[in-house]
């Protein structure tokens, strides 16, 4: 069965630093969303891409947050200089026409 | 601002009866409900969804439940194995909006 993969499980950076968690999305998906979980917290909604732009983001998507499709294959989120409240589990999703979004395992972030 | 409310934290059931798993939400423009499992360390997966002009949803031993006038879901699970064992998030989706809104979740423990 396809499923949403993600690399690194586990990634760990300085504060100040950039980091980008990569997504390989289910291959004939068209909507890609990127969601995050504090430890403790709830899911929240970051961003949704769809056609080459983002369709939807929310408050939390601010100005050190860019999402990119680079080729055919990959989705990425980039934090340009990384927070210590943006250490959290980061989960890509994608889904086709239909409105279930399926997610994969995540990417630990663990800023110091 | 909670607007997806899963009030129980935890439920413990015993094999072979039934889970109910309660969700209540605030906000009238949600039109499309979706009910996710997850496992420690992995993604959220997708278990059963509903459309908001339907009030039943059943696949194998899942069944969603919506009563609009309520604003209220649950989810049952019959019967309950030791595989449910995990926590389950409702999410709920603005009509022409992408991004989905989670519950804080609820711990399902199945007891031998």
């Known amino acids: 069965e396809p499923e949403v993969t993600q690399t690194p499980s586990h990634q760990v950076t300085q504060m100040g630093q950039e980091v980008i968690l990569r997504c390989v999305p289910i291959?004939?998906?068209?909507?890609f969303y990127w969601y995050r979980q504090i430890l403790g917290q709830k899911v929240e909604f970051l961003v949704s891409?769809?056609?080459?732009?983002?369709?939807?983001k929310s408050e939390i998507f601010d100005d050190q947050f860019s999402v990119e499709r680079p080729d055919g294959s990959n989705f990425t989120l980039k934090i340009r200089s990384t927070k210590l409240e943006d250490s959290a589990m980061y989960f890509c999703?994608?889904?086709?026409?239909?409105?279930?979004?399926?997610f994969g395992p995540g990417t630990r972030l663990t800023v110091l | 601002d909670q607007q997806v409310k899963q009030n129980s934290p935890s439920l413990s059931v015993q094999e072979g009866r039934i889970s109910i798993l309660n969700c209540d939400y605030t906000?009238?423009?949600?039109?499309?409900f979706l009910w996710y499992k997850k496992y420690p360390a992995e993604g959220p997966t997708f278990l059963i969804s509903?459309?908001?002009?339907?009030d039943k949803n059943e696949d194998g031993r899942f069944t969603v439940f919506l009563n609009k006038s309520a604003k209220h879901l649950s989810l049952h699970i019959v019967p309950s194995q030791p595989g449910d064992s995990a926590v389950y998030f409702c999410?709920?989706?603005?009509?022409?909006?992408?991004?989905?809104?989670f519950g804080k979740g609820t711990h399902l423990i199945i007891q031998p």
């Open positions: 999703a994608s889904r086709l026409a239909q409105y279930t979004q399926y």
């Open positions: 906000n009238s423009m949600f039109d499309y």
């Open positions: 999410a709920a989706r603005i009509g022409g909006a992408d991004g989905l809104t």
């Open positions: 891409f769809y056609n080459n732009e983002i369709s939807e």
């Open positions: 509903i459309s908001s002009i339907k």
């Open positions: 291959s004939n998906h068209l909507y």
